[in-house]
């Protein structure tokens, strides 16, 4: 317990997701906002607010390639995170490369938080996912409209280089017939 509050835990079946993979995406101006172009809004919230209370601080570890980062959420809020009564938000970095491929991404994998209630435990209520990513500077973002190759776009772009391939090589022995 912290300053008179309860700890809690996170529930287990919200960890070890990324952003992007979590099931539930939304984008909410009162929490955290976004979409952003490379940052992932985070959103937990107490299940059982009546019993529960609300949030007075929260402590949240990720795993990243680069290696394990906490971060802190109190209830002075700052540009990137708050607590708002029964739910908090923190924005991060989204680890997105400029063609939209994870490459650094912060995975949720534990947190904590302390409630004014009492016991239970509380959720990743929702993520709203970057559109792009600057991981690699310099290079063009890209945005959710943008997809990359399908099957159908991979065999018909295949497709059409064999055509222009029999073609070359009908002209190649044409050629060789003439001279």
């Not at 008179?4 to 960890?15: H, K, L």
């Not at 650094?104 to 435990?121: C, E, Q, R």
């Amino acid at each position: 317990m912290a300053g008179g509050g309860t700890t809690i835990n996170i529930d287990p079946a919200d960890t070890g997701t990324t952003a992007a993979a979590f099931g539930t995406h939304a984008c909410d101006p009162n929490l955290g906002g976004g979409p952003f172009q490379a940052e992932d809004v985070w959103v937990f919230a107490l299940p059982a607010a009546k019993q529960q209370g609300t949030f007075t601080s929260l402590t949240i570890e990720f795993a990243t390639e680069g290696g394990p980062v906490t971060e802190t959420i109190t209830t002075t809020p700052a540009a990137d995170r708050a607590i708002v009564g029964d739910r908090a938000w923190i924005r991060t970095p989204a680890g997105l490369s400029s063609t939209g491929e994870l490459v650094n991404p912060f995975a949720l994998t534990n947190a904590t938080a302390v409630i004014t209630g009492t016991d239970g435990t509380f959720d990743l209520a929702q993520t709203c996912p970057a559109t792009g990513g600057t991981a690699s500077p310099g290079l063009p973002a890209t945005g959710a409209g943008i997809s990359g190759p399908t099957l159908g776009k991979l065999v018909a772009g295949g497709g059409s280089l064999m055509v222009i391939g029999l073609v070359l090589l009908l002209a190649q022995r044409r050629r060789r017939f003439v001279t």
